[in-house]
């Protein structure tokens, strides 16, 4: 059985080299994809700056992973080999998930498909383990932290909401010093203010 741990640990490690290949493929995507397509900056300049950008998000998230997984769900209940088929799905999805994503040209962000990821992958094998043993749906909160995931997903949901307000109330104070004619605008100016 052991050859076989081996083999999972291999075929990971190789999955691994693989997902971080397409997650920073997927980070230059979402940084690059604006910039090329306002016409921003030089292409060469904008390359410049997406890589410094994806240095410095490698050297700062040290430990953001260990969070999500060491919180979603309870270790210490899983045997190694369901750990393993855990990390190994969650390889593999997050490969499939984002290159495809990356295919169609839509936006997704690795850290929230990873999160999702390790959730699905511990409860699908808890699930497994729960009708296994005890088919007791209960026993559920003994092997996630359902608690720790609510306040990651919420906490996610909380910065989208928090980036779209300030980006609106950012993008209009821009517009209004950089591109607005009193001339052009005078009509919807009186309009507004009659009202």
């Known amino acids: 059985m052991e050859q076989y741990y081996f083999l999972i640990v291999g075929v990971i490690f190789v999955l ?15 940084f690059m994809g604006s910039a090329i397509g306002s016409d921003a900056a030089p292409f060469w300049l904008i390359n410049v700056i997406v890589s410094i950008g994806i240095l410095l998000g490698v050297s700062f998230s040290d430990g953001m992973m260990e969070v999500a997984q060491n919180g979603l769900f309870v270790p210490a209940k899983y045997s190694f080999y369901e750990i393993m088929i855990v990390f190994f799905s969650v390889m593999l999805v997050d490969i499939l998930l984002l290159d495809f994503l990356n295919t169609l040209g839509l936006p997704t962000s690795t850290t929230l498909a990873l999160i999702f990821e390790l959730l699905g992958g511990a409860f699908a094998i808890s ?9 007791d749906f209960s026993a559920l909160n003994e092997y996630l932290n ?17 980036a779209i307000a300030f980006g609106i109330v950012i993008q209009f104070f821009a517009r209004l010093l950089f591109s607005f004619n009193i001339k052009k605008n005078i009509h919807f100016w009186v309009v507004f203010l009659v009202q």
Not at 16 to 30: K, M, R, Y
Not at 150 to 161: D, R
Request: proline share 0%; no cysteine; aromatic share 12%.
């Open 16 to 30: 691994a080299f693989f997902d971080i290949v397409v997650g920073v493929t997927n980070d230059a995507v979402n």
């Open 127 to 135: 699930l497994i383990r729960i009708f296994g043993v005890q088919h």
């Open 146 to 162: 359902f608690g720790f995931a609510i306040k990651i997903v919420s906490g996610i949901i909380i910065s989208i909401i928090l």
